[in-house]
């Protein structure tokens, strides 16, 4: 164990432990990270079990803006080096998996991380018992870490098993064989339909004789829903085999039971939604559960174990990303996604690079007296105008965690105004006493229920300012929020090209705005 305390313990150097690592080492804080396996980012060393990672790598965006080029780079941690860009690894828009593996061990080589590996933990306890004591964390090797504070890197590490029974006969996506030629004129049942099952699905088509694919939900498609973990048309092969009849399906419904037949067959009940519950048992050769994963917090001692919600799936967390039942305990990365749990972009290095930077503005804020970064400018409408305008048309992090960050103007009425950058929107410790206006680039109402590819559907003019609120697509919103009185919200009207430029239709509207808006408060 060190003579002393370190200020932060990392669990787990992933990306999201990387991320942090390099704010820590920025900042001169003792840090450790620890890592279970021999190299940064196990996981990506086994999934995707197909081997195509299904986040973007558009190296050529048409700008020479860095941070523009982020909201279309999904892979890359954030760094002022240049060279530490995803977009240098690989040419494909699909990367493989492997130039994963590659790029996160240079970037902990590059920027000197301090990493000990080989180090699974295996119990996290704080022995004092007040809550606000150090933890005492312990590798597998029965080696001791003392830490102020425990920052949880580790992802989502243990499969998301449903309590069907008889699921303990079926192979798991991260077991499965992947090698086609072991499902020759076979019958698959892959029970989820997210998409490790439609991967598992696109993977097999050439050999599998039949296909079902179940699940009591319905398919959510990412274009529809803007949410980039629902399926993705890389991996939606099988949804034209099924509708062009060629053997395969899609099964709306529960799985009852799983009987593995002496022969190494199975009998699989599934009850379906569609037809009033009827049931029917259907022979497969394979089932194949492909449910996800869930964040395992069976190293925590009682005394810190973190609560969980969404089924047990995930910490409970603030909006500081800290344990909501103990204090000092915080999370990073794909673990942080109950915070925007299906509807943005937590689970995703392109959101939780930006949620990391938070996060670690927010620990320097509460526990080193740093304040949060921020430029003054003059509290006046045409400058706070111009201040939003040229933020809303550039920022990456605004882009990517729309809704769940936003830049915030804190009015302390002495005519100057603070302009903070990338403030999780319901993190209150920042804001000061006189009121501050949100700036987030949201979705508009319903954007998930429309066909953005009906031509019939009513759309809303790009030049109407006055109808901004309806548009359904990314658009720049601003709120200003007084104590003891309503949120007053702007929209700003969508553009298909994101450009909010117009002196007329984008910047006018927001200067009046801001205009009638301050002359309500001191400023």
């Not at 432990?17 to 820590?24: E, R, T, V």
């Not at 991260?174 to 698959?188: E, L, N």
């Not at 379906?272 to 022979?283: G, L, M, S």
Request: hydrophobic share 40%.
């Amino acid at each position: 164990m060190p003579d002393k305390a370190l200020d932060y313990l990392v669990i787990g150097a992933g990306p999201a432990g990387l991320q942090l690592g390099y704010y820590l080492q920025k900042a001169g804080r003792e840090y450790l990270i620890l890592e279970a396996g021999p190299a940064p980012g196990q996981f990506f060393r086994t999934f995707p079990r197909h081997r195509t990672l299904i986040s973007i790598n558009k190296k050529h965006t048409g700008w020479d803006d860095p941070e523009l080029n982020l909201r279309m780079d999904w892979n890359s941690l954030l760094s002022d080096d240049p060279g530490l860009l995803f977009t240098r690894y690989s040419d494909r828009y699909f990367p493989h998996a492997d130039d994963m593996v590659r790029y996160l061990a240079d970037f902990a080589e590059s920027t000197g991380l301090r990493i000990a590996y080989d180090a699974r933990v295996a119990r996290v306890a704080r022995p004092g018992g007040d809550h606000r004591g150090p933890f005492v964390v312990t590798d597998e090797h029965g080696r001791t870490y003392e830490a102020k504070r425990v920052v949880v890197a580790t992802g989502v590490s243990r499969p998301n098993i449903p309590p069907i029974p008889g699921i303990e006969t079926a192979d798991l996506y991260g077991t499965a064989s992947a090698d086609p030629a072991d499902y020759v004129d076979r019958r698959v049942l892959i029970i989820g339909k997210g998409n490790s099952a439609f991967e598992t699905a696109d993977n097999l088509m050439e050999t599998a004789a039949v296909i079902h694919v179940a699940g009591p939900n319905s398919v959510r498609m990412a274009w529809r829903t803007h949410y980039v973990g629902h399926l993705r048309a890389v991996n939606n092969n099988l949804l034209d085999t099924y509708q062009l009849k060629s053997q395969n399906a899609l099964l709306d419904g529960d799985v009852r039971r799983i009987e593995r037949r002496p022969d190494g067959s199975y009998l699989v009940t599934v009850a379906f939604a569609r037809v009033d519950e009827v049931t029917k048992d259907i022979p497969y050769d394979r089932v194949i559960v492909c449910t996800g994963f869930r964040f395992d917090a069976s190293v925590f001692a009682d005394e810190c174990r973190p609560e969980l919600m969404i089924n047990g799936r995930f910490p409970a967390l603030t909006p500081a990303y800290e344990s909501a039942n103990v204090p000092d305990l915080y999370f990073a990365g794909t673990i942080t996604q109950s915070r925007d749990f299906k509807q943005g972009t937590s689970g995703f290095i392109h959101g939780f690079r930006y949620g990391v930077r938070a996060l670690h503005r927010i620990l320097e804020s509460r526990h080193h007296g740093v304040p949060w970064p921020a430029k003054m400018l003059a509290a006046q409408p045409g400058p706070l105008a111009t201040a939003v305008i040229d933020r809303v048309n550039r920022t990456s992090a605004l882009w990517q965690q729309f809704g769940l960050l936003a830049d915030v103007i804190v009015l302390d009425g002495d005519g100057i105004a603070r302009y903070l950058e990338e403030v999780p929107y319901d993190l209150d410790e920042p804001i000061g006493d006189h009121g501050h206006f949100a700036i987030t680039l949201e979705y508009g109402p319903d954007h998930d229920k429309a066909d953005p590819f009906d031509i019939a559907v009513a759309r809303i003019g790009q030049s109407d300012s006055a109808r901004a609120h309806e548009g359904h697509y990314l658009h720049p919103v601003v709120r200003h929020h007084r104590p003891g009185r309503p949120v007053v919200t702007h929209h700003i009207t969508e553009n298909l090209e994101n450009e909010w430029t117009s002196e007329e239709i984008h910047v006018e509207p927001l200067r009046a705005f801001f205009a009638r808006q301050t002359a309500t408060v001191p400023v």
